[in-house]
């Protein structure tokens, strides 16, 4: 079973308040997506799991949703990848080193990538849908004996696009199986084109076992799942992230309510089996 | 070296043919071979071939004034490229370059309809074939054409905390209405 946040009705004292982190470095990732290294002010670390994310604040403009990306349970900053695409986080991208930020949580479940110890893992990743599978793939080779294959099925939409190339390297050295497709190429560019649930049929792994997370914008969530079903995965062993329009992330507000589950609690990382009768539910 | 007509049944795209059909199919089949660069058609040229890929990648491909040069969709070992020899006017409407040195097998498309045209159950089986290569392709292109991980229809505020950025209300916050 997925952890489910402790306590729906018995929440932390301050729990909207949010600790102070300050920016320690920066990496521009791609033309609009950077990653943020933050240290916590007080000294104290954010303890995570995979997959969880936490209420972002750039003090003065608003707050926002972000997956964590670094891996857990390691000595390091926090590291937040964020798209710049709104207000938040065009303020978020224009945060100089030395400057603090507001972070609340972490919230939510995460991958529970243990629950696939000796099966294939198969990670799905659409767009920035990568950043918040890092950590469960940082936590897979960490443990790299306790699993089976591994395998990265990676699509975004060009390859400027692609995150952590460097990594991406990295991990196909240490035997991750990592296929990546773009949705438009150039000449130049010689590597696949096509959707990412081309890539399942090509993957090597064991379909009666394996456990798969997926990643990325809904729609492209809804189609890997269904592919990865009609190769044999039952959908128990299929898990999502789910999308939703978040606000309080302790499921005060009820603006992540997704018919009987809050996101920000029940998810944002749920069993496929789950949710696939209410996706694709319209006005729900 | 094993010959066409033991090679095609451990394609893909002819698994589950019945064998004696894919010996008549077989016989339309050379193997073809391409270096890195080569094309195996140009946009307006006569579509006489349908190939399915051994080995390599071929990258499909059109031009525009604009643009330029834009891969629209690439093909590897397993796939198969070219449906322009099944429909009239039996031109090809995209490049294809290999971009990496590729085997495969080409079918000549005269040839292939001649023998649909004779015995329509081999027809049948050929097109049930093609039709579920072509759905794929399909469903495909048009959920590649919602630009999911494009900045202005993307909605998921965890992935790419968007419009709908779940921004606590704020003078500044503008840009917080979903398009």
Same mark, same amino acid.
């Given at each position: 079973?997925? $952890? @489910?946040?402790? *306590? &729906?009705?018995? !929440?932390?004292? #301050?729990?909207?308040? /949010?600790?102070?982190?300050?920016?320690? %470095?920066?990496?521009?990732?791609?033309?609009?997506?950077?990653?943020?290294?933050?240290?916590?002010?007080?000294?104290?670390?954010?303890?995570?799991?995979?997959?969880?994310?936490?209420?972002?604040?750039?003090?003065?403009?608003?707050?926002?949703?972000?997956?964590?990306?670094?891996?857990?349970?390691?000595?390091?900053?926090?590291?937040?990848?964020?798209?710049?695409?709104?207000?938040?986080?065009?303020?978020?991208?224009?945060?100089?080193?030395?400057?603090?930020?507001?972070?609340?949580?972490?919230?939510?479940?995460?991958?529970?990538?243990?629950?696939?110890?000796?099966?294939?893992?198969?990670?799905?990743?659409?767009?920035?849908?990568?950043?918040?599978?890092?950590?469960?793939?940082?936590?897979?080779?960490?443990? $790299? @004996?306790?699993? *089976? &294959?591994?395998? !990265?099925?990676? #699509?975004?939409?060009? /390859?400027?696009?692609?995150?952590?190339? %460097?990594?991406?390297?990295?991990?196909?050295?240490?035997?991750?199986?990592?296929?990546?497709?773009?949705?438009?190429?150039?000449?130049?560019?010689?590597?696949?084109?096509?959707?990412?649930?081309?890539?399942?049929?090509?993957?090597?792994?064991?379909?009666?076992?394996?456990?798969?997370?997926?990643?990325?914008?809904?729609?492209?969530?809804?189609?890997?799942?269904?592919?990865?079903?009609?190769?044999?995965?039952?959908?128990?062993?299929?898990?999502?992230?789910?999308?939703?329009?978040?606000?309080?992330?302790?499921?005060?507000?009820?603006?992540?309510?997704?018919?009987?589950?809050?996101?920000?609690?029940?998810?944002?990382?749920?069993?496929?089996?789950?949710?696939?009768?209410?996706?694709?539910?319209?006005?729900? | 070296?094993?010959?066409?007509?033991?090679?095609?049944?451990?394609?893909?795209?002819?698994?589950?043919?019945?064998?004696?059909?894919?010996?008549?199919?077989?016989?339309?089949?050379?193997?073809?071979?391409?270096?890195?660069?080569?094309?195996?058609?140009?946009?307006?040229?006569?579509?006489?071939?349908?190939?399915?890929?051994?080995?390599?990648?071929?990258?499909?491909?059109?031009?525009?004034?604009?643009?330029?040069?834009?891969?629209?969709?690439?093909?590897?070992?397993?796939?198969?490229?070219?449906?322009?020899?099944?429909?009239?006017?039996?031109?090809?409407?995209?490049?294809?370059?290999?971009?990496?040195?590729?085997?495969?097998?080409?079918?000549?498309?005269?040839?292939?309809?001649?023998?649909?045209?004779?015995?329509?159950?081999?027809?049948?089986?050929?097109?049930?074939?093609?039709?579920?290569?072509?759905?794929?392709?399909?469903?495909?292109?048009?959920?590649?054409?919602?630009?999911?991980?494009?900045?202005?229809?993307?909605?998921?505020?965890?992935?790419?905390?968007?419009?709908?950025?779940?921004?606590?209300?704020?003078?500044?916050?503008?840009?917080?209405?979903?398009?």
């Amino acid at each position: 079973m997925l $952890r @489910q946040a402790e *306590g &729906r009705h018995m !929440l932390p004292g #301050g729990a909207m308040v /949010p600790r102070l982190f300050r920016l320690t %470095d920066r990496h521009q990732d791609t033309a609009d997506t950077f990653t943020m290294m933050l240290e916590p002010t007080d000294g104290v670390p954010l303890e995570f799991i995979p997959g969880q994310f936490t209420m972002m604040s750039a003090f003065g403009v608003g707050e926002v949703p972000i997956s964590v990306s670094s891996p857990a349970k390691v000595d390091g900053p926090l590291q937040h990848t964020v798209r710049d695409v709104g207000s938040v986080t065009h303020a978020l991208a224009h945060t100089q080193i030395g400057d603090v930020v507001g972070i609340r949580g972490p919230y939510g479940t995460g991958w529970d990538v243990e629950d696939g110890a000796g099966a294939d893992i198969v990670l799905v990743a659409g767009g920035i849908g990568l950043a918040p599978l890092r950590p469960a793939m940082l936590d897979v080779l960490r443990h $790299r @004996q306790r699993y *089976g &294959r591994v395998v !990265l099925l990676y #699509g975004t939409r060009t /390859p400027e696009d692609l995150l952590f190339p %460097d990594e991406l390297k990295r991990w196909e050295n240490l035997g991750v199986e990592v296929l990546v497709t773009v949705d438009y190429g150039t000449p130049s560019w010689t590597g696949r084109v096509g959707l990412v649930t081309t890539l399942i049929a090509r993957a090597g792994f064991d379909p009666r076992s394996a456990l798969a997370l997926i990643c990325g914008p809904e729609i492209m969530m809804r189609f890997t799942a269904m592919a990865l079903i009609k190769r044999g995965l039952s959908p128990d062993r299929v898990r999502v992230s789910l999308e939703r329009n978040m606000r309080c992330g302790v499921g005060l507000c009820g603006h992540c309510q997704y018919r009987e589950l809050f996101v920000c609690l029940d998810g944002p990382v749920l069993p496929y089996a789950r949710v696939a009768g209410l996706i694709g539910v319209r006005e729900l | 070296m094993r010959t066409i007509e033991q090679y095609l049944p451990d394609h893909p795209f002819f698994a589950g043919m019945d064998p004696k059909a894919v010996a008549v199919v077989a016989a339309c089949a050379t193997n073809v071979s391409f270096k890195t660069g080569e094309f195996l058609f140009r946009e307006g040229q006569s579509a006489d071939q349908f190939f399915v890929v051994r080995r390599g990648r071929v990258a499909l491909q059109v031009h525009g004034p604009a643009a330029g040069t834009m891969v629209v969709d690439t093909a590897d070992a397993g796939d198969v490229v070219g449906w322009s020899w099944l429909v009239p006017p039996y031109r090809w409407l995209f490049d294809a370059r290999a971009v990496e040195p590729t085997g495969a097998v080409s079918f000549d498309g005269a040839c292939l309809r001649d023998k649909c045209e004779q015995d329509s159950q081999l027809g049948y089986e050929l097109m049930k074939l093609v039709t579920h290569v072509m759905f794929n392709r399909l469903v495909a292109a048009r959920v590649r054409l919602l630009d999911l991980y494009g900045t202005t229809k993307s909605t998921n505020p965890l992935l790419s905390p968007l419009l709908s950025e779940t921004v606590i209300s704020h003078p500044g916050a503008t840009d917080a209405a979903p398009s």
